[in-house]
C-alpha cells in the first residue's frame, strides 16, 4: 500500500468515451505530477502541478487534461484517446517547493486500455 | 537537452552474486538523484543523494553519488531472487521555477536461484 491513493486501479474506455483518473494524498505536499509509462519503458513525465497551479506541461496532446481541485487531489480527464495511450498511469507526490526537497511517493497506477 | 542514462540495460546473476548498477546524468540545475526499484506497481523508493561522496546504505543496497563525474551507482551484495525488479534512477533538476525528477532507461536485475 501506498500513501498516494489512485482510482481506478484498471480502465477499459473506447475511444470515443470520457473518463477521468483520480489522485489523493494527504501528506502534505504541495507538488504532484502524472507520469505515463509504457511496457518495459521508464515513467515519462506528463505534468507537474506546484501549490495547486500547473507548472510543467511536457507538450501532452489536448486530449489529456489534468486538474488540481485542491492541494490533496490531482485528476487526469481523458477525451478521445487513441489505442497508443494505452498504459500505467502514475500519480506522484513531494513536498514541493524550492527549500525542500524529498522523494516522489508514487500511487499504484491506473492501467489504462483504449480499445 | 537533461539526460539521464542508465548501464546495463539488463543483467542476469545467480544468488549470493553481488551487482552494481550504473546511472551518468547532464542536466542542468541538479538538486538530487534518486533510486527506486519497481517489481509490478508503482515505483519503491530507496535512496536519495544530494552530496557527493556519502555513501546511503540500506542492508544489502548501498549507493553512492560522484558529482564531479556526475554518476552514481548502485550496489546490490548477496542478492536474493527477491531483488528480482527494474532498478531505476531518477534525477531531479529545477526546470520552469519548479522541480522535475528525470528518470533514466532503468536496469532490468533478475536474480536466479
Known amino acids: 500500500d501506498t500513501e498516494v491513493t489512485q482510482t481506478p486501479k484498471h480502465l477499459v474506455m473506447g475511444m470515443t468515451n470520457k473518463k477521468s483518473l483520480k489522485c489523493e494524498q494527504h501528506m502534505g505536499h504541495r507538488a504532484m505530477y502524472w507520469y505515463k509509462q509504457k511496457a518495459k519503458k521508464p515513467p515519462e513525465l506528463m505534468f507537474v502541478?506546484?501549490?495547486?497551479?500547473?507548472?510543467i506541461n511536457e507538450s501532452v496532446p489536448s486530449r489529456f487534461s489534468p486538474e488540481c481541485p485542491n492541494s490533496s487531489l490531482l485528476n487526469l480527464h481523458l477525451h478521445a484517446l487513441q489505442p497508443e495511450d494505452s498504459a500505467l498511469y502514475l500519480c506522484a507526490s513531494s513536498t514541493g517547493g524550492l527549500r525542500y526537497n524529498s522523494p516522489l511517493h508514487f500511487g499504484n497506477g491506473t492501467r489504462l486500455t483504449v480499445t | 537537452e537533461d539526460k539521464v542514462v542508465q548501464s546495463p540495460l539488463s543483467l542476469v546473476v545467480h544468488e549470493g552474486d553481488t551487482v552494481t548498477l550504473n546511472c551518468s546524468y547532464e542536466?542542468?540545475?541538479?538538486?538530487?538523484l534518486l533510486w527506486y526499484k519497481q517489481e509490478k506497481k508503482a515505483p519503491t523508493f530507496l535512496f536519495m543523494l544530494t552530496s557527493s561522496g556519502i555513501e546511503k546504505k540500506s542492508g544489502r543496497l548501498s549507493s553512492i553519488l560522484d558529482k564531479k563525474e556526475l554518476f552514481s551507482i548502485l550496489n546490490i551484495t548477496a542478492t536474493q531472487t527477491g531483488d528480482s525488479a527494474i532498478y531505476l534512477c531518477?534525477?531531479?533538476?529545477?526546470?520552469?521555477?519548479?522541480?522535475?525528477?528525470?528518470f533514466g532507461t532503468g536496469t532490468r536485475l533478475k536474480v536466479l536461484a
Open positions: 502541478y506546484s501549490y495547486e497551479k500547473l507548472s
Open positions: 542536466v542542468t540545475n541538479f538538486r538530487s
Open positions: 531518477a534525477v531531479e533538476a529545477l526546470s520552469s521555477g519548479t522541480y522535475k525528477y528525470i
